[in-house]
């Protein structure tokens, strides 16, 4: 009779081990779950809105103006005479400010020596990459860029 009883003991131990085991691995599974999507969240689909920047008559071919975009950025928008393109002034290299220079027909930056064409192509120098671009429309005369639209990660 105390072999039954040593028996059945046991058989109560291991299935209530095998249960605590089953549920902590799956607590586990959960918490790991959780934890990856607070360190790397999934990728927010971008909402873009078009900010008004100029009259087109403001900017003659050749020429640039700066403008800060919703994100404190600043972007250049230059007249190519085919259109216009905007391209952000932060170089890629170490982000200092660029600027066109309409007698090289090119974005220059001063720190080390970077040069980008008016696609914002790297030309000459050490930036690793081409600088931003931006879309840009044209309404009723007036110069419009789009941007990505800040929104509070709260709400």
Not at 86 to 100: I, K, N, R
């Amino acid at each position: 009779m105390d072999s039954s009883k040593k028996d059945d003991v046991s058989r109560r131990n291991f299935l209530s081990t095998t249960l605590m085991g089953v549920g902590l691995v799956a607590s586990y599974g959960v918490t790991t779950f959780y934890a990856a999507n607070f360190i790397a969240p999934e990728d927010k689909k971008k909402i873009y809105r078009s900010l008004y920047v100029a009259p087109e008559k403001s900017v003659p071919v050749g020429k640039s103006i700066d403008f800060e975009d919703l994100k404190g950025r600043k972007i250049a928008i230059t007249n190519t005479g085919d259109g216009f393109k905007a391209l952000s002034t932060s170089c890629t290299h170490l982000g200092c400010q660029v600027h066109w220079e309409n007698e090289k027909n090119a974005f220059y930056c001063p720190c080390h020596e970077g040069y980008f064409d008016s696609d914002g192509n790297v030309t000459k120098g050490p930036p690793p990459a081409p600088l931003a671009k931006y879309d840009v429309e044209i309404i009723d005369g007036n110069i419009f860029v789009k941007v990505e639209e800040v929104y509070n990660a709260i709400s």
